[in-house]
DNA sequence: CTCCCGATAT
DNA sequence: ATATCAGGAG
């Protein structure tokens, strides 16, 4: 039983509505590229993220490859990801993690996962829902701007949102939830010039710009 | 809390 | 010039 009023309900009605099939637009063809492409994703764009690892999977495809690669080579490969130092090495150290401690297989549990190197709850809870199904809410940059822009949760502390989130937001919809506002922020909701114009849920939004702003 | 950091839009 | 981008570690 979820403590959703009905203005929370109007606004996930329309979400689904408006994003129907949401699906992580970061490209891979495992469940360990998901997860070094989700890495690279902090800070970037995924646009960025995908023109990376369309080069980078070339020269490493599986976690043993990823743990044996040449730091300096794995670094200028993922360069324009930005923190390309950080996450360089933290691929290089998640990929040996999988290797020696989970047999070369990407966890399927959040614990698990977050123990790996670079892996936080937002890079697990990604992975959790696209590669098993496992509901998990992903609070992001996105996620947590129109989280407080709509009034979903009186926090700032992305762990506190989440837990927030899942308060009012039915399991099943956890992930998707997550990636429709990841959309909804990419092209309405953005941080810098919100298009409360155009917006579908500006009537349901305590945070909308009223005219000449 | 600070640091990591390149690409892009404004 | 400045803000922002599928954050996480120390």
């Known amino acids: 039983m979820k403590t959703q009023n009905t203005r929370t309900r109007e606004i996930l009605k329309i979400l689904r509505a408006r994003y129907p099939d949401v699906k992580t637009q970061l490209r891979h063809k495992t469940p360990f590229q998901l997860l070094v492409a989700t890495i690279l994703s902090a800070q970037c764009t995924d646009r960025q993220v995908n023109a990376a690892t369309e080069k980078l999977f070339r020269h490493f495809k599986t976690p043993e490859d990823f743990s044996g690669a040449d730091t300096a080579a794995l670094e200028n490969l993922i360069k ?23 047999d070369g297989q990407v966890p399927d549990n959040l614990e698990d996962l977050v123990s790996l190197a670079g892996v936080g709850r937002k890079t697990a809870n990604i992975v959790l829902g696209a590669v098993f199904g496992i509901p998990g809410m992903v609070v992001d940059t996105h996620v947590a701007r129109i989280s407080v822009r709509l009034g979903l949760t009186g926090n700032k502390d992305p762990e506190k949102i989440e837990k927030d989130l899942m308060k009012i937001i039915t399991e099943e919809d956890w992930n998707d939830f997550s990636l429709r506002l990841i959309f909804f922020g990419r092209q309405i909701c ?5 298009d409360c114009e155009n917006c579908f849920l500006s009537h349901l939004c305590p945070a909308k710009k009223e005219n000449g702003k």
């Open 80 to 102: 324009s990801t930005g923190f390309y130092r950080n996450k360089a090495a933290n691929i290089k150290n998640c990929a040996r993690q999988i290797v020696e401690r989970f």
């Open 190 to 194: 953005r941080a810098k010039n919100p």
